[in-house]
């Protein structure tokens, strides 16, 4: 199965911060990547798919690029509501792997 | 009302089998261009993807469950369903169904991610 990591896996920041989150597949993937935020309690919300689409309705300050094996996801203008964990997960392979997640608290 | 509505029993013992449902609300659990997923979570934990079903009865399973795991969709009842059988205290976890959109072209599908979540059920293996 398709392996996916990320880096960081936690990250302090602050309101108005940039933040950039790697996530790196085991494999080439073409662009069959998506990005997701989970806060507590609540079920993942996407944020991107194919690698760089936005999805309807996320802000602009989220963007994703990559493609192969290497994919990454920034946060401009860090906002309150950001704070949260992120997964990036690879629907490549039928078997759709997620990454272990980036946590994006407080500094 | 909810798109996706999982349920299911919050308590299981050792050795049992589990079997949760997934209620859609609308009519898209047979449509061709959907596909159904089942993720967990345990407690603390990052997401694992289970398995997935297509066009009614195209599965794909995680190797490590592929003996346990069974996904099927019953359109009569709008529902998605999820079995694992020999549960032990590591399957305890919040159980999410999802959707995502597939293409289906005359050769290998396509798959986008995950749009559509359930709230996600409570699972406890415990005697």
Redesign the interface.
């Given at each position: 199965a398709i392996q996916l990591t990320q880096s960081p896996s936690s990250l302090s920041a602050s309101v108005g911060d940039r933040v950039t989150i790697t996530c790196r597949a085991s494999e080439g993937i073409s662009r069959s990547l998506a990005w997701y935020q989970q806060k507590p309690g609540k079920a993942p919300k996407v944020l991107t798919y194919e690698a760089s689409i936005l999805q309807s309705g996320v802000p602009a300050r989220f963007s994703a690029t990559g493609s192969g094996t290497t994919f990454t996801l920034t946060i401009t203008n860090l906002q309150p509501e950001d704070f949260a964990t992120y997964y990036c997960q690879q629907l490549h392979s039928h078997v759709f792997t997620f990454g272990p997640g980036t946590k994006v608290d407080i500094k | 009302q909810e798109l996706l509505q999982e349920s299911g029993p919050r308590l299981v013992k050792p050795s049992e089998t589990l079997s949760l449902a997934c209620t859609v609300s609308d009519d898209s659990v047979s449509a061709a261009n959907y596909y159904w997923?089942w993720?967990r979570q345990p407690p603390g934990m990052?997401?694992?993807?289970l398995g997935?079903i297509y066009s009614s009865r195209v599965t794909?399973?995680?190797?490590s469950l592929k003996s346990r795991i069974t996904i099927s969709v019953a359109t009569s009842g709008s529902q998605v369903s999820l079995r694992l059988t020999s549960m032990t205290a590591a399957d305890t976890a919040v159980y999410?169904c999802?959707r995502?959109n597939v293409v289906t072209p005359p050769t290998n599908p396509?798959?986008?991610?995950?749009?559509v979540?359930?709230?996600?059920t409570t699972v406890i293996v415990s005697s």
């Open positions: - | 997923s993720i990052g997401l694992e993807f997935s794909n399973y995680t190797p999410y999802a995502g396509h798959f986008f991610g995950q749009d979540w359930g709230q996600g």
